[in-house]
Every structure is written in C-alpha cells, then in structure tokens.
C-alpha cells in the first residue's frame, strides 16, 4: 500500500462552537490502481468538554490489498492509531449523508448502529487479523490454531515414569484442620498423633511408616497441598515437523492410591518448535498476589503472547524423545550431558530451544565452553545479554574478538562476563593489548572501567600487578577485609582525585604510590579542602556585601556572620541548626545575622535570618523567638526601619569589632 501521496494530504479545520467532538469525512482515491477508502476523523478544537488526549488522525483502507493503516495528525504511520480506534465504535461523530453511504459502498453493510462507524470498526480489527496472519505466514511463524497439531494420547511410558519416579520423591502428611489427623504420602495409611501436633512445613516422622515427610494443611495455600509437581514431555506434531513440549501438572490424590494416575494429570501448557520459531499456549493461568498464587483455568487452549518457558521445577520424561527431535536442530543437543551437569541450575526446554535458535549453542557446548551456555539459559543481564552475536551460524562468527583469545583460559573455565569483559578490552584496545595483558585482567576479575583511567599513562600489564600487589599488601594488614574497600575501587578514586588536583600522572610515584591507602587519604583530604576553599571565598563574597548592615544601638548591636566556623558554633551554642545555612549563605540565597550585647561580644545571644530584606526567623536558646523579649524585638524594628530597608550604614565602629 503507497501511502506517500495520501500521508501528504492535508487535514481539514473543523473548529466549531458545540459540543460534538468529532467530524468525519471520507475519500476515495485511486492510488496505484486501486480504489482506497480515506476516512478522516477530525477533532473539534472548539470542543472543551472533553480532555484533549488524540487529534485529528486518518484511517486508510484497501480492500483489493486487503490493508488497513492509520496516520497521526502529522502525516506518520503509526500503530497506535488503529489501536485507539477500537473505541469509536459507540463514539458519536458529525457525518454527512453522503459520506455515510460512501462507507455503506466500501463494507457493503446495510445495517448499522452508528452511521456505519461501527461496520468500520469492525472491518478495520477484522483485516489486522487477517494481516497478521499473512505477515506470520511469510515470517514462517507458528499459527494460533497450530496447537491443534499437538498429539492428544499421552506419552507412551509416562504414566510408569510417574509412577516410577515421580510419586516416590512426594513424600508429605496431608493433615487435616485440628492438626491430629492425616493421610502419610509414602505407605498411603491415615495417621493419627497424640501429644503433639502436625505444624504447617515442619518435618516429622511418619507415626505410622516411619518416613522423613513434610507437614502440609489440607486446602491450604500451600502447593502441595493439591499439587505433587509439573511433568514435561516432548512429542513430534502431527505434521511431523513441529516438536511440542506438554506440560501437565500432577494433582493430588488425597486418598494415595494412585489407581488411574491420568485421572490426575492436568495439561496446562503446551510450547511448541518448528525450525527457529517458537510458541506457546495455556490452558491454566495464574494471579499472583500477597505472596500467593491462585490458578485459575481456560475454556480453551489460549496463545500466550510471552513464550517464555516456565523456569520453576518440573520432572522432564525423556521417553520417545530421540524420534520426536529427528529431522530437526535439536536431534543433535546433548539433553544427557545436559541431564548430568550438577553445578548449575537446569532447564531441558531452554536448553532444547537454544539449540533451534542459536546452531553456535551446539558449537560452545561439544568445544567445552558449557558455562557460556548455562549463562545464557539462566545468568544473562543487561550487561552481557549480547556478548555473543547469538544468531551467527560459526564460531569464528559470534565472537568480537580473534578466536586465539579463547586459548587464553580453559573452556571450562570461561563465563559470559569474561566474554564481555574481553569484548571491551578489544573495543578499546584492539592489538595495542597483548595476550599476557588480556590474560591477566581475566584472571584479575577486576573491573575494567575502574582502572581504564590509568591505561592513559602505564600499560595494562603494570596498572594490573600494581593493583594486584596492593591487594596483597593489605591482606596481610588486613586479615579480616569484610568491611573493606576493594583496592581497584580506591585506586579509581585515587586517579580521579589526582586529576582534579592536577597532578602530573606520568609520574611514576605518583601514578603508583608505595601505599595506595595512605596516598587516597591525602589526595581526599586536599580535595575536601580545596573544595571548602572556594567555597570560604564565595563565603566571603557574600558576607561583604552584607556588612553595610552591621549597626549598634544602646545595649545591642547586631552583625553578619563572617565566617562558616562561626555559624557552626553559634548553633551548637544556642541549640539550634543554623549551622547548617553555611552553603546558602554563599550562594547568598539567605544572610545570617548574629545579634549580640554590647557588653559580651562575643557570646552568642540571637540569631537572625533575612531574605529580601524581611526577618524570616530570630531565635536564641533552643529555638525562642526574639517576640519574647520586647527589648530585643524594639531593636530588631528599628535595625530594619533604620539600617535594612533604608540602607543606612552602621552607626557605631565598634559594631565592626
């Protein structure tokens, strides 16, 4: 669909004092052969009833190619637009007569609700359904029905299985409301206790078999209370070419007999594969909230926009699983070797899936890098999700790096974070490194952006056994270094300090001190009095300017703060926090006053705060205010009458002092 010259089409004013908000107008043009229907939905401006959430937009649609589009306002294609059509079903709008039959033609509809809006509505969801459908198709894409390929029959062998392995690993009392009373899991005999109680959770001895079982409410919140565990199985489709994995959860048989099992087993998911696409849908679902989950079930196998594959326990049934991955990229996983690894956190649909999807897992698992795999199926982040190019079909391919770096490390010994830890070696670096170089930053495990500062002035190798040397150093002062900083951390800080005190890095003592510790305290402390430096002398700038208001009358006189120390020690004095003004003060968004007697100078006695020439607060001890003593607050009006609001200068020259 040619959408350039409609998009240039300009939308008409519709500004109108009432209180309709939409009108509708209609074209059709001829666009490339074909007939278009052009229905646009121009907001009144006028109209203020309504919040004004969307303008004026454009629906576009093809019958003969069977596609609809909706443009913005400003001339762009967007989906949104037909999302928030949806609601214009019931939504009055100004249409014409002509126009509305013009939209009867189009959908060949004849009876309508609301001047054939509703028929286009309609048609508008109807033909998105059907082009998404087409654009899966071309995409190959597994369809919403294609769950009907799924064979219905049970795996054959998995009801032994359950009976075999799983039922023997449940091992509970089902106890009743009165905590006495329950049904023992493992020789299926309801149990009694006398002087004692079973305990939600708890573990205890069976009175009756003596088994180590679990204590479990009846009804309860619990999962086992009406679950054992979910079971997993892989069957070949019905076409032959798609390979599902069925889900089922086991139920539990409050009596224990287990006479027909398949009685008990309930289906809820079902993935399917086929090729690189994947698919999944349910037929339970969960709420959870309140640290509970609640399953609720479906009327009918219903897709599952997210695919991803339920990543609690599950008991995996190989059985028949060799002829249902024939013929396809997963036939040649090695599910055993996977089945057998203990070391790490397992998955056999994720595992199975990788395989379909990415060919370089095949590659990484058979050449030993068996932890870059696992990564990927259950440790990847933000940071090292794209450490590999996953979707590249040769080793040599999804590496950003020469292939050599690999012998660097034994392959079982490699993760995604060294892979993406090389990777920004070599983005920065590229051959500048060297091999012993990158050697020991995998080996260091240290981060790479906390000591790249230094690479400026000293190679790698260097930076890397100093840090490495100081570590050392501290261990043995410091055995116990739980609650220490780690020397790369310091060292990074250290660098930065030195940068911003100017110091010269390319000098050895200096870009590598004896003692790291010791050289980041003193850069810390110069930075820290640097930093108060300039922030006295704005201090200072601000208190000049304030001295014009410094005067003496009778037994007071009253004057600005003149220092931080002074500020600090005047609230620690009177109790209160005006110690805490000293960086307003320079930025001058306040002026501190300190109001004391003539006769002791030097004893705090008031504090004052003024902005735009107002009192905002004056209080001494504990925060009182100065309107508890007349002769103070006398003082205070007349300063501000006399010296602040005509700006006379001090009177007396001992009001300097």
């Not at 920004?424 to 500048?432: A, F, I, P, Q």
């Not at 925060?623 to 103070?632: G, H, K, L």
Request: hydrophobic share 35%; proline share 3%.
């Amino acid at each position: 669909m040619n959408l350039k010259k409609i998009q240039a089409m300009p939308f008409a004013p519709f500004r109108r004092e009432s209180m309709e908000r939409w009108r509708v107008t209609v074209k059709e043009p001829v666009v490339d052969g074909e007939r278009m229907l052009v229905v646009d939905f121009l907001e009144n401006t006028a109209c203020v009833s309504y919040k004004r959430e969307t303008p004026s937009f454009r629906i576009v649609c093809g019958k003969k190619s069977g596609e609809v589009k909706g443009i913005t306002h400003e001339g762009k294609v967007q989906q949104k637009v037909l999302d928030s059509f949806r609601r214009f079903t019931g939504e009055y709008a100004m249409i014409s007569p002509r126009e509305e039959e013009a939209l009867r033609r189009f959908l060949k509809a004849e009876k309508t609700g609301n001047h054939q809006l509703d028929n286009l509505c309609k048609w508008v969801e109807q033909t998105r359904q059907k082009m998404k459908k087409r654009s899966m198709e071309e995409r190959g894409e597994l369809m919403d029905e294609d769950y009907r390929l799924c064979p219905e029959a049970l795996p054959e062998g998995m009801i032994d299985y359950i009976r075999r392995e799983v039922l023997p690993e449940d091992r509970v009392i089902i106890y009743k409301k009165g905590n006495v009373q329950g049904t023992c899991s493992v020789c299926g005999r309801k149990v009694h206790v006398i002087g004692r109680r079973f305990v939600q959770g708890a573990r205890v001895n069976c009175p009756n078999c003596g088994a180590r079982v679990s204590c479990v409410l009846e009804d309860g919140c619990a999962f086992a209370a009406n679950y054992i565990e979910n079971v997993v199985a892989v069957q070949k489709g019905t076409d032959g070419k798609t390979v599902f994995f069925r889900q089922w959860l086991l139920r539990r048989d409050h009596t224990a007999r287990w006479e027909h099992i398949e009685d008990f087993l309930q289906e809820t998911v079902r993935y399917a594969i086929r090729g690189a696409k994947t698919a999944k849908w349910q037929k339970q679902g969960k709420w959870n909230y309140y640290m509970k989950t609640e399953r609720y079930s479906l009327d009918d196998w219903t897709r599952w926009s997210d695919n991803r594959i339920y990543d609690g326990g599950y008991y995996f049934y190989t059985g028949g699983i060799e002829t249902a991955l024939q013929g396809t990229a997963m036939q040649y996983a090695d599910l055993e070797g996977y089945l057998e690894e203990k070391r790490h956190n397992r998955n056999p649909i994720y595992f199975l899936e990788y395989h379909a999807k990415y060919p370089v897992i095949e590659f990484l698992w058979k050449a030993g890098y068996r932890n870059i795999v696992h990564n990927r199926i259950f440790g990847m982040d933000r940071e090292n999700r794209n450490a590999i190019l996953w979707e590249r079909k040769k080793l040599k391919e999804c590496f950003r790096f020469p292939l050599r770096i690999l012998k660097l490390m034994p392959p079982e010994e490699w993760s995604l974070n060294d892979i993406q830890r090389v990777n920004d070696l070599w983005e920065r670096y590229g051959e500048k490194i060297t091999d012993t170089e990158i050697r020991l930053v995998l080996e260091s495990k240290v981060d790479i952006q906390l000591w790249s500062r230094a690479t400026a002035y000293a190679s790698v190798g260097k930076i890397l056994k100093y840090i490495q040397k100081q570590t050392e150093k501290r261990k043995e002062e410091n055995p116990d270094r739980r609650n220490v900083s780690k020397d790369e951390r310091i060292y990074r800080d250290y660098l930065r300090e030195c940068e911003q005190l100017h110091f010269d890095l390319h000098d050895r003592e200096i870009l590598f001190p004896k003692d790291l510790t010791a050289a980041h305290n003193r850069t810390m402390e110069q930075v820290k009095f640097e930093r108060n430096k300039a922030d006295q002398e704005k201090f200072q700038k601000a208190v000049e300017k304030l001295e014009k208001f410094a005067w003496s009358e009778g037994e007071f006189f009253i004057r600005p703060a003149r220092e931080q120390m002074e500020l600090t020690a005047e609230g620690k004095a009177l109790h209160h926090c005006v110690g805490g003004y000293i960086g307003d003060m320079a930025e001058e968004k306040t002026a501190i006053f300190f109001l004391r007697k003539v006769s002791e100078p030097d004893k705090p006695f008031y504090t004052l705060e003024l902005q735009k020439k107002r009192v905002i607060q004056c209080r001494t001890e504990h925060n009182a205010s100065y309107d508890r003593n007349p002769d103070v607050k006398n003082f205070v009006d007349m300063w501000m009458e006399k010296v602040v609001k005509k700006g006379r200068k001090k009177k007396a020259k001992e009001a300097a002092a």
